[in-house]
């Protein structure tokens, strides 16, 4: 139930339908844009979750997918993080 509800916010705050691997400036909108959902996840948790999720990735990518590839890198990240 929480993974949906963060699914539909982040799916709201993205703008662009279709993501690509892209230049510093477009990951620093996108970190933005979901740090607007996630106030308390530091911003270096989301860069690298972002990071991440496009190494996994070698074409352009939906919104819908990458929501998704995005979440399960980010609780991913989280355990590791908690880990250290």
């Not at 703008?15 to 909108?29: H, R, T, V």
């Not at 070698?58 to 250290?84: C, G, H, P």
């Amino acid at each position: 139930m929480v993974i949906s509800k963060a699914e539909k916010k982040l799916k709201r705050v993205l703008l662009s339908d279709y993501l690509f691997k892209s230049n510093n400036d477009d990951n620093y909108i996108l970190t933005r844009q979901i740090a607007k959902v996630f106030p308390e996840i530091p911003s270096r948790l989301i860069i690298k979750t972002i990071n991440r999720c496009f190494s996994l990735i070698d074409t352009r990518i939906s919104k819908n997918d990458f929501v998704r590839i995005f979440l399960d890198q980010l609780f991913l990240t989280l355990e590791k993080d908690l880990e250290v």
